[in-house]
Every structure is written in C-alpha cells, then in structure tokens.
Nanobody, 124 residues
Framework: QVHLVESGGGLVQPGGSLRLSCAASGRTFGTDTMAWFRQAPGNEREFVAGITWSGRITFYADSVRGRFTISRDNAKNTVYLQMNSLKVEDTAVYYC?????????????????WGQGTQVTVSS
C-alpha cells in the first residue's frame, strides 16, 4: 500500500506561482510513474503532468505545457509540481497519483494510488 499526501495548495492571483508537493510513504516499487491530476467544480478529473521513476521522461497536458514543471526526489519519495503563470482556469483540486507499472499513460484507470487532493484557487 502507498499513502500519498499533497501539500502546497492555496489562493494565488492570476500570473502568480505555487509549488505543490506530494509525499509518498509505504511500499514503493522502484518503477512507478508519479503524476498530477486536477478536478475543477463540475468537471471530470483530468491529467496534468507525469514523471517516470528515473525522471528522464516527463509528460504534460497541452493546457499546462510551458507553465508547469513536474519533478521528483526519490530519496525523499516526493514529487513536485511547480506552477507558474497561473490562470483562473487552473483553479481545481490537485491530486497526486502513482502508476506502479511505470507507464507514461494519462488515463486515471492506470493509476493505482491516489492522494486526497489539495485546493488551488487562482483569483484576483
């Protein structure tokens, strides 16, 4: 079992920045991909960014590419999401997830473990 805890959410003005963190504890696989998803009110949960175990491969949704950066520190079992140039439409609950098979897929169904989420609100 893997337990994920997100932090770093909050209220920020448009154009501002936030850095989210997700700390993993419990069993790790040495191959897992970690990712961020988000869900805005009234919308389905959507993929935001992912990173493979080695960190060599990162992949992003088109809506955030160039503004968000995903990274990980395996020694700390932590994945980060640096969010710059935030827009009102980035407002959502952000979830961390683990794919123990280590794929680069963006579908919710391949992710085995999920955190509880952290709220990000972009508003003036």
């Amino acid at each position: 079992q893997v337990h994920l805890v997100e932090s770093g959410g909050g209220l920020v003005q448009p154009g501002g920045s936030l850095r989210l963190s997700c700390a993993a504890s419990g069993r790790t696989f040495g191959t897992d991909t970690m990712a961020w998803f988000r869900q805005a009110p009234g919308n389905e949960r959507e993929f935001v960014a992912g990173i493979t175990w080695s960190g060599r491969i990162t992949f992003y949704a088109d809506s955030v590419r160039g503004r968000f950066t995903i990274s990980r520190d395996n020694a700390k079992n932590t994945v980060y999401l640096q969010m710059n140039s935030l827009k009102v439409e980035d407002t959502a609950v952000y979830y961390c997830a683990v794919d123990s098979a280590g794929s680069t897929l963006r579908f919710e169904s391949v992710y085995d473990y999920w955190g509880q989420g952290t709220q990000v609100t972009v508003s003036s």
